[in-house]
């Protein structure tokens, strides 16, 4: 990559704005995808921003027009703007045509200024048809070094222009936009007369568009008179209806995402386009997220003519350039993060330029194309149809700019060439080929070496070694997609796997590491974007915090300085060692730091540590004879990640005083979880002040000295574990610090009792079962569950307060159950367990009837059915009844057993008369004996 030297002009920049973004910690070593750079290095954009103050910014109709002041009502409008403008269905536009290179403009802009402040009007377009500033017009290209043939070269150029005629500006009858018709003159498109100011109305359909206009530039000025007139007309032209503006958010948010949707969305279908949003992703720029209230002007990115591009390479001061068109899927894919980060980073300005001089692609055939080869086959003979000296004019300028195409043998490591062919006075130059969308940060004065360095950063991977020692040879642009970048974040999900796809093929392990490789590429770029973004705005802050740096030592024996420095810093250095689309396992990482930690003691050095991959730095540096009195320690970073992140310091005050000390912390009490207990340090005799406790989980403790002693209670609250605890005593005006042997104190887990009742009930009612769990020890609320095993299925519960209740189904069967209850312990608390009885009781049953089936005669038997019902959803009765027949003296008896509740006895021959009917029912283990009420049966034959 080539990064920039920040540290020269980190002095001059100043230091970046505060951001709401998390420091990171970076480590070396590549890992898996799901261990990439932290969440919080993507964090969601704020609400408020900087002001934006950094990076360099022009204003065109100034520096190009003299009769202009900064801050004029003009914009430039490139070709594909100004049709946008035209073909909308609503909205009024003032338009002014032509350019610096115009006398007549330059003659008048000064006037319709004037005119345009005085009646309040926000905005005026600025389009020339002179796409290159020179002589490349869509009205006229006479004598234009191009050849015109099978509609290629001249005729793609001219076609523009008499397209903007036939569609939109010539459909007034009155209007004097028209077609030439001169076979004198084939180069020439639009006649030679046309406005060069008018308002126009994109709702007049086709025969009121233009509002009002002037065609003709006044002769002469000079006068006051003619001053006046002239300003009358401009007037008239300017106030004939009310002026819409249409602001650069407006433009590139809605060409983006119309043309994001028209390529990857648009389904007649409901349900597949839905299916389309959800792979191929959302719109590219969405209002509620890209803007803060509302305000479109605070869009941080311009679209410029070619050139305005010129003019920027050409002025002083950094610039941010995107490449990159609407048409391009590729800068559709960056253009919003490069956005949010500019106005995050307080940037002021993003200039967007298009190698498409009208937006509509870069394929082989098309000729607005710039960046491809002059000279190009068509009806199979080599035609000069491109002008492709714009491209090599821009890139003659980009110097050292890094391109994935290069000229061969142009630099070492080059794994392809495509290098763009164009012509100056004849002559044959090659360029290199800037694929979009591309990012870079410019300064046309900066140097390197010694040599032109304009080219500060770019977002592009370049040449360099990974922490694990693989190398990448060449540059690679970005080229990446809309849902790769809104997916940066995001790993494949069995459940949802269309989620962010585009077409990658999800349904095979392979497949589901080329999505994840995507995506990493994706971040990566979206990585060096930031970086690129924050290299204009000065770099990244960084801060350093200091640990276990003493806060005083004695004059007798100062010791050693040891301290562990932390670095943090946004920066994150994440990378992919895996080619976009890679179907190997993603594999990815973040780039070191880098950088050292210099200790200065009192302004004067005294060493140095070097800041290890996780961003730390340990120091260990012995101290010098030193003074009583206070003294002043200084950790300096120096800076790193290539310049990228910048310097920062902290201070500590270190007390030197007359006497050591020296501390020794007791023997650790035995405890168990939820009992306190005591430990005591002693310090030096006539020491004052206080003494910390470290290496309890919650922080340090803290004590008086008193009598050469502090003594520290350890909660109940502290979980069993093993803990080594340091005393470390502050000092005083005396004394110095230091810092005790460790000692290990150990915390059993407490002992627990689990108590239960026993419980009876009777079948068919639900039961319960309470278990209690408590610790003698005191302390919190046992944690954790209980099982209940031995009565019906096994259950486990959670405690609640200590307490498990076990709800016990009705259905159980009629018996004395053992319940064993067991609690499993936790972390702090041993396990227990208790056992009681649990008793299901039979009841009786709901009722015991009798019918007869088959009326018996004194000549024939009969039949009767038995029925013993109990409550719903509970087991039917079962076993022996007897059914007693009785008339008079004379009792019969009939036996049956019951099956699922009911039984069909046979029934003797009975005498004429009337019998006394009863049943008796004997019960089992789980009903009660029952009996019947008395029945009666007449017998008649």
């Not at 990857?264 to 949003?277: I, S």
């Not at 509302?294 to 003019?311: A, C, H, K, M, Q």
Request: with cysteine.
């Amino acid at each position: 990559m080539n990064h920039r030297t920040l540290l020269r002009r980190t002095a001059a920049a100043g230091t970046v704005a505060a951001l709401a973004v998390a420091p990171l910690v970076a480590g070396s070593s590549p890992a898996t995808a799901a261990a990439a750079a932290p969440a919080a290095a993507h964090a969601a954009a704020p609400t408020t921003y900087p002001t934006p103050t950094h990076g360099a910014t022009v204003d065109w109709f100034d520096a190009k027009y003299p009769a202009l002041d900064k801050g004029s009502v003009f914009e430039t409008v490139t070709f594909e703007r100004f049709e946008y403008l035209l073909k909308k269905n609503t909205g009024k536009w003032a338009f002014v045509i032509g350019g610096p290179e115009d006398p007549y403009l330059q003659q008048t802009i000064g006037h319709i200024e004037k005119v345009a402040e005085a009646e309040g009007i926000e905005k005026i377009y600025n389009f020339d048809p002179n796409l290159d500033g020179e002589a490349l017009s869509v009205f006229d290209l006479t004598g234009y070094d191009l050849e015109s043939a099978d509609n290629a070269g001249k005729d793609q150029f001219l076609d523009l222009g008499e397209r903007l005629v036939t569609n939109y500006l010539g459909k007034d009858a009155e209007t004097p936009f028209t077609l030439a018709n001169d076979a004198a003159k084939p180069d020439r498109r639009v006649a030679p007369e046309h406005p060069y100011l008018f308002v126009y109305d994109a709702a007049g359909g086709d025969n009121a568009r233009i509002v009002d206009a002037l065609v003709t530039p006044p002769a002469d000025l000079s006068s006051p008179a003619a001053v006046t007139a002239y300003e009358n007309d401009v007037e008239r032209v300017l106030t004939s209806t009310t002026l819409d503006v249409d602001t650069q958010w407006d433009f590139l948010s809605t060409e983006h995402n119309r043309r994001h949707y028209e390529r990857y969305v648009k389904n007649a279908d409901p349900a597949t386009e839905t299916a389309n949003r959800k792979r191929f992703g959302g719109d590219v720029f969405k209002a509620d997220e890209d803007l803060t209230d509302g305000d479109e002007d605070d869009f941080r990115v311009e679209s410029i003519t070619y050139p305005e591009l010129l003019n920027i390479l050409d002025s002083d001061g950094e610039f941010l350039v995107l490449f990159g068109g609407t048409w391009c899927h590729n800068t559709a894919a960056i253009i919003k993060q490069t956005a949010e980060y500019a106005r995050r980073y307080g940037i002021k300005k993003v200039y967007n330029f298009d190698f498409s001089l009208d937006s509509t692609g870069n394929g082989g055939s098309l000729d607005k194309h710039i960046r491809d080869n002059a000279f190009r086959t068509v009806g199979g003979v080599s035609r000069k149809t491109r002008p492709a000296q714009l491209y090599g004019r821009i890139l003659e300028k980009l110097a050292n700019a890094k391109t994935q195409y290069k000229v061969l043998g142009e630099e070492p490591g080059t794994q392809s060439t495509s290098p763009v062919k164009y012509y100056v006075g004849g002559e044959e130059k090659l360029a290199r080929k800037i694929q979009v969308g591309h990012l870079l940060s410019y300064d046309k004065d900066a140097t390197e070496g010694g040599q032109p360095a304009p080219v500060r950063d770019q977002a592009i991977r370049s040449d360099w070694t990974n922490p694990d020692g693989g190398t990448f040879a060449g540059n690679v642009e970005y080229m990446t997609e809309v849902w790769f970048t809104q997916g940066k974040d995001a790993t494949y999900d069995s459940a949802d796997p269309d989620q962010l796809r585009g077409n990658v093929n999800v349904s095979t392990e392979v497949g589901q590491n080329a999505l994840q490789n995507q995506r990493n590429f994706a971040k990566e770029a979206i990585d060096q974007i930031r970086d690129v973004v924050a290299g204009v705005a000065g770099g990244y802050d960084s801060t350093v915090a200091v640990t276990g740096a003493p806060t005083s030592v004695s004059v007798e024996n100062p010791g050693s300085l040891t301290a562990q420095v932390q670095v943090e810093t946004a920066f994150t250095g994440f990378y992919s060692d895996r080619t976009a689309g890679a179907t190997l396992a993603p594999l990815t990482g973040n780039r070191t730091l880098g950088g050292s930690v210099e200790v200065q003691l009192d302004g004067t050095k005294i060493g140095e540590a070097d800041v290890r991959p996780d961003r730390t730095a340990p120091i260990d540096v012995p101290l010098p004879a030193l003074t009583a009195g206070d003294h002043t320690l200084r950790y300096v970073y120096g800076g790193g990640a290539g310049g990228r992140v910048l310097t920062s310091s902290t201070e500590q005050t270190l007390k030197v005083v007359a006497k050591t000390s020296a501390t020794t912390l007791g023997a650790a009490p035995a405890l168990t979880f939820g009992k306190s207990g005591t430990i005591t340090a002693t310090v030096s005799a006539g020491a004052t002040g206080e003494v910390s406790l470290a290496g309890l989980p919650g922080g340090a403790l803290t004590a008086q000295v008193q009598g050469g002693t502090a003594t520290f209670t350890v909660p109940g609250t502290v979980p069993a574990g093993s803990y080594a605890l340091t005393a470390t005593y502050a000092g005083d005006g005396t004394y110095a610090s230091s810092t005790s042997a460790p000692v290990t104190l150990t915390v059993g887990k407490a002992l627990t009792i689990s108590s239960a009742a026993s419980a009876s009930t009777p079948y068919g009612k639900a039961g319960a079962i309470k278990v209690t769990v408590s610790s003698p020890g005191g302390g919190p609320v046992p944690t954790g569950s209980v099982t209940l095993t031995g009565v019906g299925a096994a259950q486990t519960v959670t405690l609640t307060g200590g307490v498990a209740t076990f709800a016990l189904p009705r259905t159980l069967a009629v018996q004395r159950y053992s319940a064993k209850l067991v609690y499993g312990g936790s972390a702090d608390r041993n396990g227990s367990q208790t056992q009681v009885s649990y008793t299901v009781t039979s009841i009786a049953p709901s009722k015991v009837a009798f019918a007869v089936t088959k009326k018996p005669t004194s000549k024939k038997a009969g039949a009767g059915r038995v029925t013993v019902t109990v409550p719903s959803g509970l087991a039917a009765a079962t076993g022996p009844v007897t059914v007693t027949l009785k008339k008079g003296a004379t009792t019969k008896t009939v036996k049956g057993t019951l099956a699922k509740g009911v039984v069909t006895v046979a029934l003797p021959k009975l005498k004429k008369g009337t019998w006394k009917i009863s049943v008796k029912y004997a019960g089992s283990t789980t009903y009660k004996a029952a009996a019947s009420a008395t029945t009666s049966l007449k017998v008649t034959k």
